[in-house]
């Protein structure tokens, strides 16, 4: 049967055997899977043109010497060379990868196969237009040149959605081929395209830049290169004239760090001008490749890199200021202060796994880190966490942080808002009004649109948050809080649904005409949806009362948004949609969240008020999460540039995940054992009570009957 299929698609089901053998399949030699791995780079790479490794590292050598004897071997021959050696080693190989040619499984082989030959025609064009840019030719068949603000507005008013609530979209909305699933990426608006940096999924990092181009609805992929000279550009440098050349790094420790954009994940990013500033993450083993120990130390310390998104060249900056810089972290927020060229981040998790609440500053007109001293912080500071949100709304010199995981190991998430005067320096707890404070959270997703927060997703011990909610000035003077702040709730997404998932990010387009959401995991897969909530103002209508009923009637269809009662419940609100992909409203059962970080003293005051709104995808159980793992470490070979030589780092980091899900789960779990224990105990106490009093009232009894016959 394996036979019967066409090249390249046997050649990518036999590479999906290789990299993840079925139960029954023989172990191949060494000289095996070197020549396997030499036969795949040459279909995929072309004959060895990379400079031979240091004769030290004897894997690398290995596999290098085994490329290098192909020649010129034609990609098609190295296919069919791949498949029969293959046989050789494993004569029944397509038997075991199909269950013995069960249909259904067979059917799944080939649309795999038929996904990865889809991809790798598109590296293929990416590698393609590097050559050409290269060159000093154009890339013609770029998606993303020419984009502006303007296109996308348009673009999103053609687009079919309900204002107010999150609608994914599907061929023929959105075109293209959707970057890998993943989640704990970057996510950044410049003009009219969206980019997608990095990120986590199926097992792996990943250091690839997708473009959404936003009049088109196109996805494609950047094919970027490195910047050739030490300064930037003239044009590049004019794109504000307060901006000046950001200096690229220039000693030999840091040198041997900028030889590429390392995969990464848990990273943040800024917009300046036409380019994206990518701040920390977490790469392969803590930190960037290295070469030599200068380099091992520079990689300890927190990396900015910047995306030239006109020329697509990555640099990395060499920041002068405070010596050494900040450590490197991930989990952490870069927020860029309104009417500045500063950008404020806080907190994250280092190398070693330590939740961090440092602050450090880098002034973008300088080009400089420039971190608070001993003491130099004041106020009430938020505890130590990663996996947080913050922003920085108009008309304020205010860094408003919210949630993230707070609690070290344990997973416990926080619902506590904090502001940090970036001028002053000092941090204060927030209490903002309104209806319903958000239930506790770690891993959102958060865009500003004009003077509103919109924080959507996230995730604690019970799973994925289903509700969006906004931060706004507020409406309503006779419960405005402290800060002129208000609480609203915007909408939920349906059960199951993607969006309600940690790690995924949230851009505004179109000056404000919409929301775009990307990514996320929500403990079953790794999520590549596209959602967009056109017009959120139109959700985040509901006032203190929650007495929100607005219906809009688009298109036949009947859309209500979401709201909160008075007693502080939500009502369920209807959708009739014949599309099921879009968001709708469920009724709330859950119990309400605890909050169980110390510094979440701040938002007590109100988290008794919160209703029964944790509505939450159920996180899989733990059997089911072992076999989402297997299925993680089984996906890799979908993607041309999997090596097989890499599968079992890919399983450790994917089952390390699953682990800290757990524990999350397990910390929940404990918490509604400690609270079912207290009130065991009270209705114990209670019981107790009953029971004394009835038998104070049978000994009354029996002495009236005793008084009676005398």
Not at 221 to 241: E, F, G, N, P
Not at 654 to 678: F, I, T, Y
Request: aromatic share 6%; glycine share 12%.
């Amino acid at each position: 049967m394996a036979s019967k299929l066409p090249h390249p698609n046997c050649f990518y089901a036999a590479v999906g055997f290789a990299a993840s053998p079925p139960i029954g399949s023989r172990a191949v030699t060494d000289e095996t899977r070197l020549l396997l791995y030499a036969l795949y780079q040459q279909v995929t790479a072309g004959p060895c043109a990379s400079a031979k490794p240091w004769g030290w590292n004897a894997i690398e050598s290995a596999k290098w010497n085994s490329w290098m004897q192909l020649g010129d071997m034609a990609s098609t021959e190295a296919m069919e060379l791949y498949v029969a050696t293959m046989e050789e080693e494993n004569p029944d190989w397509w038997e075991l990868v199909t269950n013995n040619g069960e249909p259904d499984k067979v059917a799944e082989v080939q649309a795999a196969a038929a996904e990865a030959v889809a991809t790798a025609g598109i590296e293929a064009m990416a590698r393609a237009e590097a050559t050409a840019r290269a060159s000093g030719s154009a890339s013609a068949g770029s998606d993303s040149g020419g984009a502006s603000a303007n296109d996308a507005t348009s673009a999103i008013s053609r687009i079919i959605a309900p204002p107010g609530v999150w609608t994914k979209l599907t061929p023929p909305q959105v075109l293209g081929r959707a970057p890998r699933g993943r989640y704990s990426h970057a996510a950044a608006i410049v003009g009219g395209n969206m980019f997608v940096v990095g990120g986590h999924g199926g097992g792996r990092l990943m250091g690839d830049v997708h473009v959404l181009n936003i009049a088109s609805m196109k996805w494609s992929v950047a094919a970027t290169t490195m910047a050739a000279t030490s300064q930037l550009s003239a044009d590049a440098s004019s794109a504000r004239s307060d901006q000046p050349a950001a200096t690229a790094v220039t000693d030999a420790a840091s040198a041997a760090l900028a030889v590429s954009f390392t995969p990464r994940a848990g990273h943040a990013a800024v917009v300046w001008g036409s380019r994206v500033l990518v701040v920390g993450g977490r790469t392969q083993g803590g930190g960037a490749a290295t070469a030599s120990a200068a380099a091992a130390t520079a990689s300890d310390t927190c990396e900015v890199w910047m995306l030239e998104t006109g020329a697509m060249e990555w640099q990395r900056l060499a920041l002068g200021g405070m010596a050494p810089p900040p450590p490197a972290r991930s989990g952490h927020t870069a927020t860029m202060v309104h009417g500045t060229n500063k950008v404020v981040i806080f907190g994250g998790e280092d190398r070693r796994g330590r939740l961090l609440n440092d602050v450090h500053v880098i002034d973008l007109g300088a080009m400089e880190w420039v971190t608070p001293g001993k003491g130099a912080v004041m106020g009430h500071a938020p505890s130590p966490r990663a996996g947080h949100v913050a922003a920085s709304l108009p008309g304020r010199k205010d860094v408003f942080v919210f949630g993230g995981v707070a609690a070290g190991a344990a997973g416990e998430v926080s619902g506590a808002l904090f502001a940090l005067d970036a001028e002053a320096m000092t941090w204060r707890a927030v209490r903002p009004g309104g209806g319903v404070p958000p239930a506790p959270r770690g891993d959102a997703a958060g865009a500003v649109v004009g003077d509103a927060w919109y924080i959507t997703g996230g995730g604690g011990a019970e799973g994925g948050r289903r509700d969006t909610v906004a931060l706004r000035a507020s409406s309503t003077s006779a419960d405005s809080g402290a800060e002129g702040l208000e609480w609203v709730a915007v909408t939920e997404v349906e059960a199951g649904s993607s969006l309600a998932a940690e790690g995924a990010s949230v851009v505004a387009v179109g000056a404000g005409a919409a929301l775009l959401a990307f990514g996320g995991y929500n403990g079953v897969r790794y999520s590549s949806d596209v959602h967009i909530m056109k017009d959120p103002d139109a959700g985040a209508g509901a006032g203190v009362d929650g007495s929100q009923t607005d219906f809009a009637k688009d298109n036949g269809n009947v859309y209500g948004s979401v709201g909160a009662s008075a007693n502080g419940h939500r009502e369920e609100a209807v959708k009739i949609s014949p599309d099921p992909a879009a968001t709708k409203l469920a009724p709330s059962t859950a119990a309400p969240a605890v909050v169980k970080s110390n510094d979440d003293a701040a938002a007590a005051a109100t988290a008794a008020a919160r209703p029964d709104d944790a509505v939450v995808t159920p996180r899989k159980p733990a059997f089911d999460m072992v076999s989402s793992v297997l299925a993680e470490s089984h996906q890799l070979w979908v993607d041309p540039n999997g090596d097989p030589f890499n599968i079992v780092t890919a399983g450790h980091e994917s089952a390390a995940h699953e682990l800290m899900l757990m524990r999350r789960q397990l910390a929940g779990a404990k918490a509604a054992l400690a609270d079912s224990e207290q009130r065991c105990a009270a209705v114990h106490t209670q019981l107790g009570d009953q029971q004394a009093k009835t038998l104070r009232l049978e000994l009354e009894l029996g002495e009236f009957q005793t008084a009676a016959n005398e």
